[in-house]
C-alpha cells in the first residue's frame, strides 16, 4: 500500500504501525529508513507497485541506528546494491551490530539493548552525514543533526515539498510524543532539537504513527511549540 505524502515523497508502512520513506531524486531513489528484519518485502513491493526495480534505490539514509529502523538493512543493500548513509555519531553503532550501553539514558533501555532480537548484522556506512549536509543525488533531502533520542539523530527536510521526516525526534502513535525518556540517548536535548525543523514544513513523516500533512500539520508545529 503506496502513500504519497508530498510530491516526491511515497510513505512505505512496513508494519502496521512503521514507516519508511521513498524519496524521488536526481538518479533514483533514496530510501529514509529501512525498519525491522524484514522490513525488504514491503519496501520491494512497493517497488515492485511503483513499476520500478530494487537496483532503483540508489542509498539508504539513516535517521539513526536503532533495531526498529536499521535491522532489515543488510537484506535491503543486498536485494538493491544501494549504499548505506549515518551521522557520523553513530557509524561505529551500525559496526557494532547494537546500540552501546552509553547509547540509552536508562536501565529498561540497556536492558533491552541486550536482547539478541534487538541485535542487527554488522554494516559498514559507506559514507557518513553530518549537520547541514545535502544529501547527494537525493534530490534535495537536507541533513538536521537532532540529537536526544540517539548522539546522531537526523531528521530529513525534503526542501522541494518542504517535508520533515522525522524518524523517532517525535512519536505519532497515540498522539504526538517524544517517547520514553529511558530509551533516549539524551532526554534533555530532544526539545532543543525539535526547536530546529522550520516551521513552515507542510507535511511531515514519522518512523512510527500516521504522517500529517494539510492542516494537520498545524498539530505538529504546536506540539514543537510547548516544548521549547
Ligand atoms: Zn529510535
Ligand atoms: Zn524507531
Do not use: C, Y
Request: aromatic share 4%.
Amino acid at each position: 500500500m503506496l502513500d504519497r505524502l508530498a510530491p516526491g515523497v511515497v510513505r512505505i508502512p512496513t508494519t502496521g504501525r512503521d514507516n519508511a520513506f521513498l524519496v524521488d531524486g536526481d538518479d533514483g531513489f533514496t530510501l529514509v529508513d529501512v525498519g525491522w528484519a524484514d522490513a525488504a518485502v514491503p519496501i520491494l513491493g512497493a517497488l515492485a507497485e511503483l513499476g520500478r526495480k530494487p537496483s532503483d534505490i540508489k542509498r539508504v539514509v539513516l535517521t539513526h541506528a536503532h533495531p526498529d529502523h536499521v535491522q532489515g538493512v543488510a537484506r535491503l543493500r543486498d536485494a538493491t546494491g544501494a549504499r548505506i548513509l549515518v551521522h557520523h555519531a553513530e557509524q561505529t553503532w551500525l559496526e557494532g551490530g547494537r546500540v552501546p550501553a552509553s547509547g540509552r539514558s536508562g536501565v529498561l533501555g540497556r536492558a533491552l539493548d541486550k536482547l539478541p532480537k534487538l541485535h542487527w548484522q554488522p554494516l559498514t556506512a559507506d559514507a557518513t552525514l553530518t549537520d547541514g549536509d545535502l544529501v547527494p543525488g537525493s534530490g534535495g533531502l537536507r541533513a538536521l543533526h537532532t540529537p536526544g533520542h540517539s548522539p546522531g539523530h537526523l531528521v530529513f527536510l525534503h526542501e522541494p515539498s518542504g517535508t520533515a521526516l522525522v524518524g523517532d525526534a517525535v512519536f505519532n502513535r497515540s498522539g504526538l510524543a517524544l517517547g520514553p525518556a529511558a530509551l533516549a540517548a539524551d532526554p534533555q536535548l530532544r526539545a532543543g532539537s525539535l526547536a530546529r525543523i522550520p516551521g513552515d514544513v507542510r507535511a511531515v513523516g514519522f518512523a512510527h504513527g500516521a504522517p500529517l500533512n494539510g492542516d494537520g500539520v498545524q498539530a505538529f508545529h504546536a506540539f514543537i511549540a510547548q516544548l521549547v
